[in-house]
C-alpha cells in the first residue's frame, strides 16, 4: 500500500513558468513533510518542509502547501529553470524520535528553455 | 560543515558474492542514520535506521542487514546478493530529534 503518491511520474513545463508538483498522502497521522530534488546518480538534496500546523512554507522561488484535509501538498516553483530540472520526492513523516519518511515515488520535472 | 560520505559509487557484483557498503559522516555527533534503496522506476526505500551505536532497526525483510560499529559509521552488508538487490542505495543522516535528512552521494549496484 502507496501511503505517499505522486501521481505524474513526469512534467514539462517552459522556463519562467510556474511548475506545480502534486503529492497525496492516505495516513492521517503524518504531521510532517519534505520534498527532495535529485539529479541523476547522485543522492537527493532537501528543499523545503512544512509542518502540520501551517498550510505554507516559503523559500524563495519554492513554496510548499499543505492542505490537511484534502491530505495533498504540492510544490510551486516560480519561476521555472532548466537547472530546476530533476527528479522531485515528496515524503512524509508520522513517528517523532526516529522521524521515518515515507517517500512518495517521484516526478521528473523538465523545464524546457 | 556536516558532510556524508559513501563508497564505493559504483558496484559490480555476481549473484552470491558478498556485500559491503560503507557511510561515513562528518561533522556531527551521534546522528540518526538511515539506509535507503532506489529500485529502477521507483521511489526511495526505507531499509535500516540507526539511533545510535549498535541500534539497528530493519524496515523490510531482506537478505541485507546493517551495522554500525562506530557513531559515524553506518555499514549495509550481505552475505549472499540476489539479483534483486539491484539498486542504487543511499545513505541519509538527520541531527537527532530533528526533521530533516541529508543524504549521501549514494552507491549504484548491479548484481549480475
Known amino acids: 500500500d502507496q501511503q505517499v503518491k505522486q501521481n505524474s511520474p513526469s512534467l514539462s513545463v517552459q522556463e519562467g513558468r510556474i511548475s506545480i508538483l502534486n503529492c497525496d498522502y492516505t495516513?492521517?497521522?503524518?504531521?510532517?513533510f519534505l520534498w527532495y530534488k535529485k539529479y541523476p546518480a547522485e543522492g537527493p538534496t532537501f528543499l523545503i518542509s512544512?509542518?502540520?500546523?501551517?498550510d505554507k512554507n516559503e523559500d524563495g522561488r519554492f513554496t510548499v502547501f499543505l492542505n490537511k484535509s484534502a491530505k495533498h501538498l504540492s510544490l510551486h516553483i516560480v519561476p521555472s529553470q532548466p537547472g530546476d530540472s530533476a527528479v522531485y520526492f515528496c515524503?512524509?513523516?508520522?513517528?517523532?524520535?526516529?522521524?521515518?519518511?515515507?517517500f512518495g515515488t517521484g516526478t521528473r520535472l523538465k523545464v524546457l528553455a | 560543515s556536516q558532510t556524508i560520505h559513501q563508497w564505493p559509487a559504483t558496484l559490480v557484483q555476481p549473484v552470491g558474492s558478498p556485500l559491503s557498503l560503507e557511510c561515513t559522516v562528518e561533522?556531527?555527533?551521534?546522528?540518526?542514520l538511515y539506509w535507503y534503496r532506489q529500485a529502477a522506476g521507483r521511489g526511495l526505500q526505507l531499509l535500516f535506521y540507526?539511533?545510535?551505536?549498535?541500534?539497528i532497526s530493519s524496515e523490510v525483510p531482506q537478505n541485507l542487514s546493517a551495522s554500525r560499529p562506530q557513531d559515524r559509521q553506518f555499514i549495509l552488508s550481505s552475505k549472499k546478493l540476489l539479483l534483486s538487490d539491484s539498486g542504487f542505495y543511499l545513505c541519509?543522516?538527520?541531527?537527532?530529534?530533528?526533521?530533516?535528512?541529508?543524504f549521501g552521494p549514494g552507491t549504484r549496484l548491479l548484481v549480475l
Open positions: 495516513n492521517s497521522m503524518f504531521d510532517y
Open positions: 541519509a543522516w538527520s541531527v537527532q530529534f530533528k526533521e530533516t535528512q541529508y
Open positions: 515524503a512524509a513523516s508520522a513517528i517523532s524520535g526516529t522521524y521515518k519518511y515515507i
Open positions: 561533522g556531527t555527533s551521534n546522528p540518526n
Open positions: 540507526s539511533v545510535g551505536i549498535g541500534q
Open positions: 512544512i509542518s502540520s500546523i501551517k
